[in-house]
């Protein structure tokens, strides 16, 4: 089982999105050292505890200062931008750091509709999706959709695309178009089996991949004792329900814990439900039983741990349980 890693870039209370950066790279080092097969960026914008909202920097950032992890976008917002743009952009990538590079592809805006029109979008962009891939396939494959029009960098690298998903739609598409598909179980649990199902049944060989490839997200907590690890549960679990139910007013922490245990938390916490806490052996025996309902090939992990020093240690100790 190959298991990879989403970092999410969070800036932590007090800090500055700097600080998020140099987390984010010591996290990349240790992870090519721990013998992990990729990470990826997610794009956000107007998120103020999200410091990833333009992964392509990140990416080159975090590239020059590792040697051999694949780096990749998980994903880029397509509607959010021309697929030339993004094909120029890991194209360049590329180039500089050939084979390590990955492109992965999502159809959500990754904001709110003031944001998209900030972005200079438009809400149908959506709509365009597949023929956005297709496009940005083209200019990165060496044969441009578009008449006279040649992306460079980009052109022939070949920068392999990942689709995206948290629904039926990009289960299909993944599958038509041959790519590999990566579901968003770390935060939309309820339609992975079904999901999973459906692009492995609609899978037609493709340039890039010959056989279905799966990526399933997951979560983890991982502490040197079953204690340690709840009680860093606990903390996560309410940061997260600040992030989503603080958009519209401040919350303390007493007041965040006593939402949580009457139950109002308890549509935000369901989509955080695929999610591994305890020690190594508990981590591991949950994401291999996971894995093995999810047929995945991959593992993609966020490690919900809330202080640097934690979110290390338990990077230390899943790896040393399962790689």
């Known amino acids: 089982m190959k298991l990879s890693l989403l970092d999410l870039a969070t800036i932590h209370e007090g800090e500055t999105p700097r600080d998020s950066f140099a987390r984010s790279v010591a ?8 013998g992990f097969e990729r990470i990826w960026y997610a794009e956000h914008h107007n998120a103020p505890s999200i410091a990833s909202s333009a992964p392509a920097v990140l990416i080159a950032h ?39 590079i990955d492109l992965g592809l999502g159809r959500a805006p990754g904001t709110d509709g003031n944001t998209v029109r900030a972005l200079r979008r438009t809400l149908d962009a959506a709509e365009r999706f597949p023929q956005d891939v297709k496009e940005l396939q083209g200019y990165l494959q060496g044969d441009s959709l578009v008449p006279g029009v040649r992306a460079t960098p980009g052109h022939g690298t070949n920068v392999p695309l990942y689709i995206l998903g948290s629904s039926l739609f990009g289960a299909s598409l993944a599958g038509a178009l041959g790519l590999p598909y990566a579901f ?6 309820d339609l992975y089996e079904q999901a999973i199902n459906v692009y492995r049944q609609k899978f037609v060989p493709s340039e890039q991949l010959e056989h279905p490839y799966v990526i399933a997200a997951a979560n983890f907590i991982a502490a040197d004792t079953r204690e340690e690890a709840e009680a860093q549960k606990k903390i996560a ?10 958009r ?17 938390a308890d549509q935000i916490l369901n989509m955080f439900r ?10 591991a025996d949950y994401l291999t ?11 993609m992990l966020t490690n919900y741990s809330p202080t640097t020093a934690q979110a290390a240690r338990g990077l230390e100790i899943v790896a040393g349980a399962m790689l």
Not at 239 to 246: S, T
Not at 289 to 299: G, H, L
Request: hydrophobic share 45%; net charge negative.
């Open 274 to 283: 695929v999610l591994a806490v305890g020690v190594g052996d508990d981590v």
């Open 62 to 100: 975090i590239a020059a200062r590792t040697s051999s992890i694949r780096l990749g976008s998980g994903g880029v917002m397509l509607p959010n931008h021309s697929p030339l743009a993004v094909a120029e952009q890991f194209g360049a990538l590329e180039e500089m750091y050939p084979g390590r």
């Open 27 to 34: 996290m990349a080092q240790q992870a090519e050292k721990l």
């Open 184 to 189: 968003a179980s770390h935060f939309a649990p």
């Open 237 to 246: 679990m309410r940061e997260r329900v600040r992030m989503i139910a603080g």
């Open 248 to 264: 519209q007013r401040s919350f303390t922490n007493d007041e965040l814990d006593a939402l949580i245990e009457s139950g109002g």
């Open 289 to 299: 039983r996971f894995s093995a309902i999810a047929r995945a090939d991959e593992m």
